[in-house]
């Protein structure tokens, strides 16, 4: 025990007089020195930590996977697997091209094929939506002639009889109509929704989505990878 607490406190010393270096300093240091709990903290890194081979090609495979059967996504999208132990999934934009990326500690928690899918179509999701949100909606809008000279009805004071305020009703029900059209446009479907005709269409179960939601509220609660991945990217 007195040992233990020495060493504790030798390590406690050189890392503020700042004698241990990066490497050391971002290894797991425990949350309190004289007791053996420790647990891991994401540091910042220079250069995305790499994750074993295997969970890496095979997340690269889903994704591609997903990405096959949903080729109205446009934009190229590469996977990236974190070699990081706790739960973390997120993507960065950049021009024409994008990158989804997951911690290894998340993809490794997924029961199946199915379950890892779903988290990487839900971030694609929300990739999407978000572009889609970004867009301008196109505008159509009533043709002048329409507007100036209207002909619809009993206004044209005709053999139908004399004008009784048929076009300008009319005309009011289509500006509304454009509106509420403009208005559906300009809101992008929501990120579960497009994660579900992703998997849906890459041929896996559309409620693995459903069976991957407590890891996403874990995922969600996390952010250092991405905070040091966006100092990386210069973002």
Known sequence: MNARIAFGTILLVCTLCGCLSDQQKLATVPMNLFHSTSQTRAASFKQAPKATTE?????????????????????????????????????????????????????????????????????????????????????????????????????????????????????????KNQQQIQAMSSAPPPADLLARLYLKDAGFDAKSLDNVAPLLRKAEKQNSAESSMNGQWGG
Request: hydrophobic share 35%; with cysteine; proline share 5%.
């Open 55 to 175: 969970l890496s090609l095979r997340v690269d495979r889903l994704g591609k996977q997903l990405l096959t059967a949903n080729p109205n996504i446009k934009q190229k999208i590469g996977f990236l697997t974190l070699g990081l132990p706790h739960e973390e999934i997120f993507h960065r934009t950049q021009k024409d091209a994008g990158t989804i990326c997951i911690t290894e500690g998340l993809a490794k928690q997924c029961k199946n094929d199915g379950e890892l899918a779903a988290l990487l179509s839900m971030e694609l999701g929300k990739m999407v939506s978000e572009q889609m949100a970004q867009m301008k909606p196109v505008r159509r809008s009533t043709p002048a002639s329409m507007m100036m000279n209207p002909s619809i009805g009993n206004d044209s004071n005709g053999t139908f009889g004399s004008p009784d305020g048929t076009d300008q009703l009319i005309l009011r029900r289509m500006a």
